[in-house]
């Protein structure tokens, strides 16, 4: 059982940078695939980022790619994602997730969700 909080959320201008948080809870927060998903009114969950329990694989989604890195503390079990030339675009709820599988993008592949953190980007 693994249990997730995000933090760090707010409201920031264009161009600017946030950093999200994922604390979990669970011995085995190592040996899980952590991803982070995000939800703006009216759309569908989507995948933004995820990161293997070695931090050395990660996957991003091309609109984040080059803005957006995620990491991973496993002595501390939280997972990050440094957010940078947000847009506003890139407003939406931004949920935390881990799976004992595959590194995958289909919300479907994963276990365990946070309650979410919003994102506010003004232009």
């Known amino acids: 059982q693994v249990q997730l909080v995000e933090s760090g959320g707010g409201l920031v201008q264009a161009g600017g940078s946030l950093r999200l948080s994922c604390a979990a809870s669970?011995?085995?927060?190592?040996?899980?695939?952590m991803g982070w998903f995000r939800q703006a009114p009216g759309k569908e969950r989507e995948f933004v980022a995820a990161?293997?329990?070695?931090?050395?694989?990660?996957s991003y989604a091309d609109s984040v790619k080059g803005r957006f890195t995620i990491s991973r503390d496993n002595a501390k079990n939280t997972v990050y994602l440094q957010m940078s030339s947000l847009k506003p675009e890139d407003s939406a709820v931004y949920y935390c997730a881990a799976n004992s599988g595959l590194l995958v993008t289909n919300p479907r592949g994963y276990d365990y969700w946070g309650q979410g953190t919003q994102v506010t980007v003004s232009s």
């Open positions: 669970g011995r085995t927060f190592r040996s899980y695939i």
């Open positions: 990161v293997r329990w070695s931090g050395s694989s990660t």
